[in-house]
């Protein structure tokens, strides 16, 4: 009853029906949570008990409603998926045709379990045909999988329209979860579990229910680890693979396998046989295609696809030299002829609780549940005896007293009750009685009935002691699962192992040189910044000769091979690497060499060179400061380059030496022409900085510096076009501590301050 000091709320005041005033962070938290929930268990998951998620459920249910034997005949996929969305999964039916393709794909599922009739789609990815084409029936495995709906093993519940029922879970012995494995992303989780082979995760159950309390690590005597569909190599190592299964995380390093087949005179082709599961075939071909287009890999000349109903990818190499492992292991890095399977053991336990497990975690809890299975299965059966012994119990008292019943039923109007009181009957026994037909009654029928009960009383204690012994339901476990192993061993065509479990190395970094063929080349840059590559090695001296745009002309010069890399010293201190291979070729004027790296504009160049990893480099800046780095330091692999010298404002790189064999000392000269010469060791070796001053100046900075071999003394070239040079012996007046001012050079020295 409202409070009568409260004034009325007027119409336009009432909140619009379904409208809630609530804060909007809360509202949506809670409808995400809602959702995520049932991505989680009712989606992406799969239960540890079946190893299904529900759509795969309720197509495997719909196809035994529709009693798709594996000795039946098939019917229309449309059928069953007209009747799994109609009955039990009110979802899209192109979702649930994919997932039951996937069931029929022996490339998706180590043991499928749709038997597909059509086009379900191939390894190469290309996709089933539309479910009006194609046939459908359950395989033995499935048939395994429910074995014991019937039984009362499992609860069912009422489908999401209350019309039918559907099981909660599938109670079959065959170990689905382990078996195909399974994959799917829910909200903030995921799962990825590979095949295995069933035999071997037999043994490994067996041996956990002879051995409740063993190390996770003693199962991997038994479980070797995944067997893909597909093949391939496992080759990471034990102590990796049991790690993996200990934890439930991890990943397994899948690799192609392949052999050698000789052509003759000296040719021969590797053949890929196995790929990694979940690679598609023709994506992984036309991978391997644009290496070859886009020259990545010089030493392979060509693929093909000479596949049919097996594997066969033919890998032909560019000459009879190339190494075959050189040549494999290059693929294995590029391509997916080896990648990685995660492995994320997240499932659903009977408490639908999504958690991360080990591999003896996973074995424990199934054997619980075919524990529980195996005790519904026995009380149910139980039941059935009772109810069969209650009724035989009444047909021998029929027998024993069949002339009185027969009276009793033709003189009486209400048999039933009378022979109940008469004979002490059950309401059961005395309906059973009058439904019996005439030709029943003949004596040899009591004997039969006889036996009957008697083997029922028989398999009844059975029972009552496996019930009441867990020994006693541990012993028939293991029996059971021995008779499903005859079906899936190893010697079987269908269990034998198809993944071999060999440890490898990782696949080998090969270098560049391996990967390009090795050609002379003559580079030569413009002053403008215009790079070209010239086959073979051309005259140096011959490079003026070469045409350059107008207003342009030769800057650098030099002789390289194709498997060189090229660095380019700017202004700003930064060294940038071009692939020689990579080079534009003499034809023409080239292309600019701002296209091939991220060099500032307005930044001159300073020098172009090919690296050596064993040569040392002597840089100096306008200030007068500079130091030694190693090629191989300096080598760039972006095309934003790397940064080695530290510039003060107003400062630019102008120095760029490579030290000589047998190189001691360092001349400098400033631009104020004053020359100082001191030892090399002086100059420390560094990766990136400043360095140390060189030489000191009141005006100007440095103009050149050179190292030498001081007891050879100090040359310049001369000028003119003599080709001379002047060497200057005694260098005495010119040796000096770094950092000195130094004094004027000898005479002769050249007026533009450089050593040439």
Same mark, same amino acid.
């Given at each position: 009853?409202?409070?009568?000091?409260? +004034?009325?709320?007027?119409?336009?005041?009432?909140?619009? %029906?379904?409208?809630?005033?609530?804060?909007?962070? *809360?509202?949506?938290?809670?409808?995400?949570?809602?959702? &995520?929930?049932?991505?989680?268990? !009712?989606?992406?998951?799969?239960?540890?008990?079946?190893?299904?998620?529900?759509? @795969?459920?309720?197509?495997?249910? &719909?196809?035994? =409603?529709?009693?798709?034997?594996?000795?039946?005949?098939?019917?229309?996929?449309?059928?069953?998926?007209?009747?799994?969305? /109609?009955?039990?999964?009110? @979802? /899209?039916?192109? *979702?649930?045709?994919? !997932?039951?393709?996937?069931? &029929?794909?022996?490339?998706?599922?180590?043991?499928?379990?749709?038997?597909?009739?059509? %086009?379900?789609?191939?390894?190469?990815? #290309?996709n089933a045909a539309a479910y009006r084409y194609t046939e459908a029936r359950l395989t033995a495995a499935a048939i395994e999988l429910m074995a014991g709906l019937d039984d009362g093993t499992v609860d069912y519940k009422p489908t999401y329209n209350g019309e039918e029922e559907e099981p909660e879970i599938f109670p079959g012995l065959f170990p689905n979860l382990l078996a195909n494995g399974a994959s799917g992303i829910a909200v903030g989780m995921a799962t990825s579990i590979p095949p295995h082979n069933v035999a071997e995760v037999i043994d490994a159950t067996t041996h956990l229910i002879d051995n409740p309390k063993c190390e996770p690590d003693e199962l991997m005597q038994f479980v070797l680890g995944p067997d893909f569909p597909t093949g391939g190599q496992l080759v990471d190592s034990a102590a990796s693979i049991a790690d993996a299964y200990r934890t439930g995380r991890g990943s397994f390093r899948i690799r192609s396998r392949w052999n050698v087949e000789d052509q003759g005179r000296g040719t021969w082709n590797a053949v890929v046989t196995e790929i990694p599961y979940g690679v598609q075939k023709g994506k992984l071909i036309e991978a391997i295609a644009n290496l070859i287009n886009d020259k990545k890999l010089p030493i392979l000349a060509d693929v093909r696809d000479e596949s049919t109903e097996d594997i066969r990818i033919v890998l032909e190499p560019r000459s009879r030299s190339v190494d075959a492992e050189t040549l494999m292991d290059s693929l294995f890095r590029l391509t997916d002829l080896e990648n990685?399977? +995660?492995?994320?053991? %997240?499932?659903?336990? !009977?408490?639908?609780?999504?958690?991360?497990?080990?591999?003896?975690?996973?074995?424990?809890?199934?054997?619980?549940?075919?524990?529980?299975?195996?005790?519904?299965?026995?009380?149910?059966?139980?039941?059935?005896?009772? #109810?069969?012994?209650?009724?035989?119990?009444?047909?021998?008292?029929?027998?024993?007293?069949?002339?009185?019943?027969?009276?009793?039923?033709?003189?009486? #109007?209400?048999?039933? !009750?009378?022979?109940?009181?008469?004979?002490?009957?059950?309401?059961? =026994?005395?309906? &059973?009685?009058?439904?019996?037909?005439?030709?029943?009654?003949?004596?040899?029928?009591?004997?039969?009935?006889?036996?009957?009960?008697?083997?029922?009383?028989a398999e009844r204690a059975e029972l009552a002691a496996l019930i009441e012994s867990p020994a006693r339901q541990r012993t028939k476990l293991k029996k059971d699962l021995a008779a499903l192993r005859t079906r899936y061993g190893p010697e079987t065509l269908l269990g034998k192992r198809r993944t071999l479990v060999e440890e490898a190395a990782l696949a080998r970094e090969i270098p560049l040189e391996a990967m390009i063929e090795k050609e002379p080349i003559t580079v030569i840059m413009s002053q403008r910044g215009w790079v070209r590559a010239m086959k073979g090695h051309a005259a140096l001296d011959a490079a003026d000769a070469v045409k350059f745009k107008e207003g342009d002309g030769p800057a650098f010069a030099f002789h390289a091979q194709t498997t060189d890399k090229i660095l380019l010293a700017a202004e700003d201190g930064r060294f940038f690497t071009l692939a020689a291979d990579k080079l534009p070729g003499g034809r023409g004027f080239g292309e600019p060499v701002r296209l091939m790296i991220d060099l500032p504009d307005g930044v001159g160049i300073v020098d172009l060179f090919p690296a050596r990893a064993e040569e040392r480099i002597l840089l100096a800046a306008s200030d007068g400061k500079g130091f030694v780095a190693k090629a191989s330091e300096i080598v760039a692999e972006t095309r934003k380059g790397k940064q080695v010298v530290n510039l003060r404002t107003g400062a630019k790189l102008v120095v760029v030496r490579i030290i000589g064999a047998g190189h001691d000392y360092v001349a400098a000269v400033g631009d104020n022409r004053k020359l100082v010469v001191f030892p090399l060791e002086e100059l420390p070796e560094m990766t990136r900085g400043q360095g140390v001053t060189i030489q000191k100046y009141k005006d100007g900075g440095l103009s050149d510096a050179v190292s030498f071999v001081f007891a050879e003394g100090l040359s310049w070239a001369m000028g003119g076009d003599s080709g001379r040079t002047r060497t200057e012996s005694d260098l005495t007046m010119w040796r000096v501590a770094r950092g000195a001012a130094g004094r004027m050079p000898p005479t002769g020295f050249p007026r533009n301050n450089r050593f040439g």
């Open positions: 009853m409202s409070d009568a000091s409260e +004034p009325p709320v007027s119409p336009e005041d009432e909140p619009v %029906n379904g409208i809630i005033d609530a804060p909007f962070d *809360s509202a949506l938290s809670d409808r995400y949570l809602v959702y &995520a929930l049932s991505t989680i268990t !009712a989606r992406s998951l799969p239960d540890l008990r079946d190893g299904l998620k529900p759509v @795969h459920r309720r197509l495997l249910w &719909a196809m035994r =409603q529709l009693k798709l034997d594996p000795t039946g005949a098939y019917k229309k996929s449309a059928r069953v998926v007209g009747d799994t969305i /109609g009955k039990y999964h009110p @979802h /899209g039916d192109t *979702s649930v045709y994919d !997932a039951m393709v996937r069931l &029929a794909q022996d490339f998706s599922l180590r043991f499928p379990l749709v038997d597909g009739q059509g %086009n379900f789609g191939n390894i190469d990815g #290309d990685k399977f +995660p492995l994320n053991l %997240n499932v659903l336990g !009977a408490d639908r609780t999504p958690r991360v497990l080990g591999l003896k975690e996973v074995l424990t809890q199934w054997i619980a549940h075919q524990i529980e299975v195996l005790v519904r299965r026995s009380t149910h059966r139980l039941t059935k005896i009772d #109810d069969r012994v209650e009724l035989l119990d009444g047909y021998l008292i029929t027998y024993l007293n069949l002339d009185r019943v027969i009276e009793i039923i033709r003189t009486e #109007d209400e048999p039933k !009750a009378v022979m109940m009181a008469e004979f002490n009957l059950t309401d059961r =026994q005395a309906e &059973a009685i009058l439904n019996m037909r005439l030709r029943s009654l003949r004596k040899l029928e009591e004997m039969e009935i006889r036996n009957e009960r008697d083997k029922l009383l």
